[in-house]
């Protein structure tokens, strides 16, 4: 099995090491690389994305992603910035089904802004689309204005768009994932202002007519937004675009109240995949040994899971962490009076130690 370890900035390279600790204690055959990505590529070679970063990926079963980003980079030309690496690598790859899971741990109930009540035992699905919509959608630029509210000034523009097959794939994921869990789909556009969402809507209902068994419903993104905050258990999975996921998708994992638990999985249709934290690179502690390597961690779960074959190794995994949660191990992110403050390295020999 060949995983491809792309750690790249900030905290990503010490959330990795700890990753893979914890992969090299399963005792599994698994073949991993390393390779430079982000800001620390395009500072070796000039390139957020190099060539060699993105065979390797290509040719691995499944690449266990850190993060990438600093604010050094903010400067760049924008194919230049650490963000194109994994833009670039969601469309090299093909990853248009993101699975985005926000789960409340009994242990860290504490840690949301929201009333526990509402958050005990939350467990929601994010499925994002990860390749189509205004991120990748054409043309888009700077020119000067033909029309408009004011004519002759200078004007940028993106493209929002999707295309039947886009949305009928990512809907056929959605729909299974809801039948795995407990059979509610809520999708979410905005069909009352877009046509993009229009056409979202209409081949969702389509899709669903072969899944009779999954209950359907649909929500306006800024109903869904607010419903998130007001009764998120009333969701179970929900199925939206790319930028609708990636801003609910960080309002679902701050109900939680602790980013640094979350995991994230990202597949093509050869269920290759990306896997990685849903946190991003926090500069502002790298390498002070503190980040919490947990989400990293159910990443690599994740990825022995859905692209590895290896679902005994992923429970087992999920009941290390489980359990030193339990101890009342925490690093900073997540710690409360009455449990115990460790470091990143000490939380990753914890979770080898419980597996
Ligand atoms: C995410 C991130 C990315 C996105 C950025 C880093 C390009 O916010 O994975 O949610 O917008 O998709
Ligand atoms: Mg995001």
Redesign the pocket.
């Known amino acids: 099995m060949k995983i491809a370890l792309l750690p790249g900035d900030g905290i990503g390279t010490e959330i990795v090491a700890e990753a893979v600790k914890v992969l090299k204690a399963l005792n599994l055959p698994l073949d991993m690389q390393t390779a430079d990505v982000g800001g620390t590529a395009y500072d070796k070679h000039d390139h957020p994305l190099p060539p060699a970063t993105l065979q390797l990926a290509q040719e691995a079963d499944a690449v266990l992603f850190g993060a990438v980003?600093d604010w050094k980079y903010d400067k760049l030309e924008r194919h230049l910035r650490p963000?194109q690496a994994?833009?670039g690598l969601r469309k090299a790859l093909g990853l248009y089904a993101n699975f985005r899971p926000a789960i409340c741990y009994k242990e860290l109930v504490g840690a949301s802004s929201l009333k526990p009540e509402l958050v005990a035992g939350l467990d929601i699905l994010i499925v994002r689309e990860l390749t189509g919509d205004i991120y990748f959608g054409t043309p888009r630029g700077r020119r000067t204005a033909a029309d408009g509210h004011f004519p002759g000034s200078e004007e940028a523009f993106d493209t929002m768009r999707y295309s039947r097959p886009e949305i009928e794939r990512i809907a056929h994921t959605a729909f299974q994932a809801a039948q795995k869990r407990s059979k509610r789909l809520t999708s979410v556009d905005k069909n009352n202002v877009l046509e993009t969402s229009q056409l979202w809507k209409d081949v969702v209902v389509e899709v669903a007519q072969q899944y009779p068994d999954v209950q359907l419903d649909h929500m306006l993104v800024d109903n869904a937004a607010m419903q998130l905050v007001k009764a998120p258990k009333n969701f179970d999975v929900i199925v939206t675009g790319n930028l609708f996921g990636?801003i609910l998708?960080d309002e679902a994992a701050m109900l939680t109240g602790s980013i640094g638990m979350l995991p994230s999985a990202s597949l093509n249709d050869k269920n290759q995949g990306l896997y990685e934290p849903s946190h991003g690179s926090a500069p502002d502690i790298a390498g002070k040994g503190i980040a919490n390597p947990l989400a990293t961690i159910l990443s690599a779960a994740m990825m022995l899971r859905f692209s590895l074959g290896q679902p005994e190794a992923a429970d087992r995994i999920e009941t290390a962490v489980q359990k030193v949660l339990e101890q009342g191990l925490r690093t900073g992110d997540i710690y409360s009076e009455g449990t115990q403050k460790v470091g990143t390295a000490q939380m990753g020999d914890a979770v080898v130690a419980a597996l």
């Open positions: 980003g963000e994994i833009l990636d998708s």
